[in-house]
């Protein structure tokens, strides 16, 4: 997910806003039965350097889902407020270690207070 989904995420963020702005998506990836989901922050913060914060979590779509006639609801899609997904820290810590080694972080993930992590990484584009 932190190369396939994630990086490339960060890395248009960044070239779509100007620095000194804060920009999110939601970023998604899954195959039949299940949808994972990663929130992604990033601002610009020293010279060079982008602020990236993470929250990921997994949306179940197994087909028992859809036989009991309760499929995913949008706001599953969502983190508060505007939805009722919930991070999965441990998917979380995974996803952004894995980002940190991609994209040589500074320091390792520090914890924010709105349930994402944290690295600033090295960023110079061309």
Request: net charge negative; glycine share 6%.
């Amino acid at each position: 997910m932190a190369r396939a989904v994630v990086e490339p995420a960060v890395l248009e963020l960044v070239r779509q806003y100007p620095r000194g702005s804060s920009f999110s998506t939601t970023a998604t990836f899954g195959g039949d039965d299940f949808t994972m989901c990663a929130h992604v922050r990033a601002q610009w913060a020293a010279p060079g350097q982008v602020r990236i914060a993470l929250a990921c979590w997994v949306v179940n779509k197994d087909t028992a889902r859809y036989v009991g006639d309760t499929p995913p609801a949008v706001e599953e899609m969502r983190l508060p407020p505007e939805g009722t997904a919930e991070w999965d820290e441990d998917l979380t810590s995974r996803v952004i270690g894995h980002l940190a080694a991609r994209m040589n972080a500074v320091a390792g993930a520090l914890p924010t207070t709105d349930e994402h992590l944290t690295i600033t990484v090295p960023l110079v584009l061309a």
